[in-house]
């Protein structure tokens, strides 16, 4: 087997797919700097994603303990033989089940408060979602109010929603959307967004 | 868009803006600023961004400063080792356990009825944790032992072990492991370094070997 170590600037253009490629190819090479460089690039990427959305679900003295147990297993399960699919869904769904197991275990165990708290422990309060139940829910809902949509304006959700860009990207990329039709179904998926939150939560 | 949904739609911006400029917003900070239903909108309209964000480019002097280096070490140790990711399990389960290595490894050799051989248990334990012991050699009594203390099953540490399949690097390669020495308490638990070879004759193999290498 031929392996070209590449440099960073070429693995930070690399899927993260791609670069979970690499890794194996490397390893199996016995080319573990390569390895190395192209794991620091694939979980820098991933760590502040994963640490603000566990910030919202878990206390956060077992936040960056919880990333890097999250960020590992979707990264070593990747060698096992098993196929996981895309790696970006294999890490929410790790993410999510971490999340649900969290609150599973603390059912089970009498208390998690550490012995002592970092001196650093946001003081922000804790999550609001005080269950695994509602975090899975939440999501649920999410994904029920975007299935209620046709196909051009969950287009739209998706670009100015949910991957935070601007309105006029979604008319660039969504035949016949104008700006006030930008705006005008963005403005619904919210409305309907809250009645089902209201609604799940009441 | 009503004033709730306005005071909700601004901090969602908001905290787009601030995470897409390479800083690490605390959504809890924007979460705190809304009540009832708008804090649950917000929560899960920056869950469903953040699911969906796309991999940050890679920055050499914010990674230095990030836990996520500790990660990417440990990992890559785990790829020029022998034992799976027990490079990067076992040092995490210790931490959250609060256990000082060196005292992890003497309760460790009291749990294995070999209190007085702590050195040699604690080279042993150095080695699982660097992935340098072959798993199958290490016995159930101390992997059961290890479970207790850690908090953890014998079946876990075993799947972490054969969690990154077969392939072995070249012996050739370098492993570089996170620092160039061993900290502190690494070498207090790792006892007095092996006599030079030819100068005495090797150890006799005993019970503690038997334990950590006789089980394949």
């Known amino acids: ?202 | 868009m009503d004033d709730a949904m306005s005071d909700v739609e601004g901090l969602r911006q908001r905290f787009i803006a601030e995470f897409e400029a390479g800083r690490a917003p605390d959504p809890r900070e924007y979460l705190t600023q809304v009540d009832g239903a708008d804090r649950r909108e917000l929560e899960a309209l920056l869950d469903a961004y953040l699911e969906q964000a796309p991999r940050r480019s890679f920055d050499a002097a914010a990674f230095a400063a990030s836990p996520a280096r500790d990660l990417a070490d440990d990992l890559t140790q785990a790829l020029g080792g022998q034992a799976g990711t027990w490079p990067v399990l076992l040092p995490r389960l210790r931490q959250t356990a609060r256990l000082r290595r060196a005292d992890l490894v003497q309760r460790l050799s009291a749990a294995l009825g070999v209190t007085g051989r702590e050195e040699k248990v604690g080279r042993y334990y150095h080695e699982m944790e660097q992935g340098l012991l072959e798993p199958r050699g290490v016995s159930d009594r101390v992997l059961d032992a290890l479970g207790d203390l850690l908090g953890t099953s014998r079946e876990r540490l075993r799947e972490a072990a054969a969690a990154l399949g077969p392939t072995a690097p070249s012996p050739g390669d370098t492993l570089f492991a996170r620092t160039a020495m061993p900290d502190p308490d690494a070498r207090a638990a790792m006892g007095a370094p092996p006599a030079p070879s030819g100068e005495e004759p090797p150890e006799e193999v005993d019970e503690v070997d038997e334990l950590f290498r006789g089980a394949g």
Request: proline share 4%; glycine share 6%; with cysteine.
């Open chain 1, 1 to 202: 087997m031929s392996f070209r170590p590449r440099h960073e600037h070429e693995l930070n253009a690399l899927s993260d797919d791609e670069l979970i490629a690499y890794i194996r190819d490397a390893r199996a090479a016995g080319a573990l700097e390569p390895a190395r460089v192209a794991l620091q690039v694939l979980i820098f990427g991933h760590w502040n994603i994963v640490v603000a959305r566990l910030r919202m679900k878990l206390p956060g003295h077992v936040v960056e303990d919880t990333a890097g147990d999250v960020i590992a297993r979707a990264i070593t399960s990747t060698f096992a033989g098993a196929s996981v699919g895309e790696f970006k869904s294999w890490l929410n769904t790790i993410l999510r089940r971490a999340i649900v197991d969290f609150y599973r275990d603390r059912e089970r165990t009498i208390a998690t408060d550490p012995l002592f708290r970092d001196h650093d422990d946001h003081p922000a309060p804790e999550p609001g979602s005080p269950d695994h139940a509602g975090y899975v829910e939440t999501q649920m809902v999410i994904q029920s109010v975007l299935d209620e949509l046709r196909g051009d304006h969950r287009a739209v959700v998706e670009i100015v929603v949910l991957q935070g860009r601007m309105a006029d990207d979604a008319c660039a990329e969504v035949a016949g959307m104008t700006p006030d039709n930008v705006y005008q179904v963005v403005r619904r998926f919210r409305v309907r967004l809250r009645e089902a939150l209201e609604g799940d939560n009441g």
